[in-house]
């Protein structure tokens, strides 16, 4: 049996717990991944999405699509991300994916267990489960200087469509690009300027992330992509601007979309570079580097 897994949007990173997972749960199964998002998957993702989906959530339909047209699977493996992180609840757009999927293609077999650590509720063994991470992105290097935060969820950074190639951008203007990983900061960093915490796990994980960095590297500025249409990303980049502009950091808001050109963008970032690289040689003469 070929089980199709939209390694996109929710299940970007969880590649290496599905190869674990799925053979405990479904006998005699062959994985099949959708592999890096193309233009193809974001033509499909864009014609059967609603309007009020963020982009991501478009991108991840499209990887559906995907392999339902190409692959010919059998069935889709969506496990239902309630709460990955114990006090947190998923966005609710990725609690609910299952349900848009299963009403956009009413033909096709899903297979939905649930993950809920709120309630401990788990579709493995114990285990499977004991000191595995659900997540495996790689963490950035941080160097002594020349540090550049890329805040996104961790579904954009690593996904080439949608980051726009910002990395290789920042990197060849002589900056070091460092980035938060879901689900690797929070066990030992707790935010602390907040009247109280996030009630979403990525919030969270961005968060905490950004005031660790804040606090204990050297960093010369702060880019956010934001997703279009995420409700998150327009709370949370709000907060991360304000203070950026109270400790007096440069900062720069990307709001990335369905669009492939990355001109634009590129441009973008390389003028916001260019400013912090002059400001750095003279602080008299000061450029805004907010916008």
Not at 151 to 175: C, M, P, Q, R
Not at 223 to 236: E, R
């Amino acid at each position: 049996m070929k089980v199709g897994v939209p390694n996109s949007f929710c299940y970007a990173g969880m590649e290496n717990f599905f190869i674990r997972v799925i053979p405990e749960v479904l006998e005699d199964s062959q994985i099949v991944f959708s592999g890096k998002t193309t233009k193809e998957m974001v033509e499909y993702g864009l014609k059967n999405g609603c309007d009020e989906l963020c982009i991501p959530a478009k991108i991840f339909i499209g990887h559906v699509e995907y392999l339902i047209r190409k692959k010919n699977v059998d069935v889709l493996f969506l496990p239902r991300l309630v709460s990955v992180l114990p006090g947190t609840y998923s966005c609710p757009k990725i609690i609910g994916i299952p349900d848009i999927i299963k009403t956009n293609y009413c033909g096709v077999e899903l297979i939905v267990p649930e993950i809920n650590l709120r309630k401990k509720r788990k579709i493995m063994s114990e285990k499977s489960m004991k000191n595995e991470q659900l997540f495996d992105f790689p963490m950035a290097k941080i160097a002594k200087t020349k540090n550049i935060i890329v805040l996104a969820h961790s579904y954009v950074i690593f996904d080439e469509f949608l980051n726009k190639g910002i990395l290789e951008t920042i990197k060849s203007a002589g900056y070091n690009p460092i980035y938060p990983a879901y689900y690797r900061f929070n066990s030992f960093y707790i935010s602390s300027d907040l009247p109280k915490g996030f009630f979403w796990s990525s919030a969270r994980d961005i968060y905490n992330y950004f005031e660790w960095a804040v606090n204990n590297t050297q960093i010369d500025g702060v880019v956010y992509l934001m997703t279009f249409g995420c409700g998150i990303d327009s709370v949370l980049q709000e907060l991360i601007m304000r203070k950026c502009n109270k400790v007096g950091l440069p900062y720069l808001c990307i709001t990335v979309d369905e669009h492939c050109a990355d001109v634009g963008i590129q441009t973008r970032i390389e003028a916001y570079l260019d400013m912090i690289e002059w400001r750095s040689k003279d602080e008299k003469n000061y450029l805004s580097t907010h916008g």
